[in-house]
């Protein structure tokens, strides 16, 4: 099954310094304590952003979860594509 992903624009959370990391693992513990009932749920924090990684939710559920945590400038949908132009092309 393929996984679906979202990424997670934190806005001025990257711009907190050395205290970055600790925010980051705040609203990451936020998104997992709010998501404790999907099942196969994965967690990537980034310099900028984070991507959630799910198989078996559905799209919705998690935007109703993560439009309530704070923090969270924006998120979208992402879909990994090889790296290559007509790859691309094709999934688009």
Do not use: C
């Not at 196969?40 to 979860?65: G, T």
């Amino acid at each position: 099954m393929e996984e679906k992903q979202i990424k997670i624009h934190y806005g001025e959370l990257s711009t907190k310094g050395k205290n970055r990391k600790m925010f980051q693992q705040k609203m990451a513990e936020q998104i997992r304590h709010k998501t404790k009932h999907i099942e196969r749920i994965k967690i990537f924090p980034n310099r900028d952003f984070m991507f959630i990684k799910w198989e078996q939710a559905r799209y919705e559920e998690l935007i109703e979860v993560l439009k309530d945590i704070p923090g969270i400038s924006r998120f979208e949908p992402v879909y990994p594509v090889a790296k290559d132009m007509d790859a691309i092309k094709k999934e688009h």
